[in-house]
């Protein structure tokens, strides 16, 4: 994505307020004032913030307690952890891992995001989870510890589990069955097809779609949203990634969740009212606000 790209212009406001469920301001240009601003004008009135590593997870909480309408989440992303014990700060990592890496590296910062975790404003445990597209078989196992130390926080915290998956569905969900899920779990992002949606469903799990479902080649991700229960369905922007038709390649933000909320209405056959109401409620569940 062109970082020297035109922002997109503003959709029309929805009439119903809804949720960006996940979003990286850190990542955005502007202040956070100005995202805000700009989101509430159009009606997306409250975003969760989400921590990638220790320098983001604690922007996230720190950004949390200063404005009421962000929440967040805190966790080592599943890149991140290869990362740290293979001991390479660079790519993904802004927080600085150790050169020496490690296990111990690791522990470190699973300690600290357990910390963060506790924090009231801290409403979920993520993104965390399996992604085996940036991260090869050598990762795989730091990955799966990471992972697993991530649900075993927010079950103990109590906090909702936000889940990246990426090219691993299969094990994600094989780690899920064997951990115990938390009572509140989201798949960000929703990357899978109907049939596993079908799986989540039977599971509770919340499925996030975000811009990319708007795409041309995205008919799996239009034919889950078409079968996953309204009550289970969140949306996200991902920002300032995943911007949707007909801006895809422009940078992304909070205010343009109009579009993909429009988007999702089209396939469900929903007037976009009801399902702004609905995605309003299931957020406002999934994150326990």
Known sequence: MPSNAEAPPLPDPLRVPVADSHTHLDMQSGTVEEGLAKAASVGVTTVVQVGCDLKGSRWAAE?????????????????EAPRIVLGDPDGWSRQ???????????????????????????KGVGETGLDYFRTGPEGKAAQERSFRAHIEIAKRHGKTLVIHDRDAHADVL?????????????FH????????????????YFMSFAGNMTFKNAQPL???LAVAPLDLVLVETDAPFLTPVPYRGRPNAPYLVPVTVRAMAAVRG??????????ASNTARAFDY
Not at 103 to 115: M, P, S, Y
Not at 192 to 202: H, W
Request: aromatic share 2%; hydrophobic share 45%; charged share 25%.
């Open 189 to 204: 992002c929703y990357s899978g097809d109907a049939a596993m949606a079908e799986v989540c469903a039977r599971a509770g």
């Open 270 to 279: 929903l007037d976009e009212d009801a399902l702004a109401t609905a995605i």
């Open 96 to 122: 600085g891992a150790r050169e020496a890496g490690g296990e111990g590296a690791l522990d470190e910062a699973l300690a600290e995001i357990d910390r963060l975790a506790a924090l009231p404003q801290v």
């Open 63 to 79: 950004t949390a307690s200063t404005y009421e309408a962000v929440h967040a989440t805190v966790a080592l992303h599943p890149n």
């Open 174 to 186: 094989r780690v899920l069955k064997e951990e115990g899920a938390p009572e509140r779990t989201v």
């Open 222 to 224: 239009r034919d889950a």
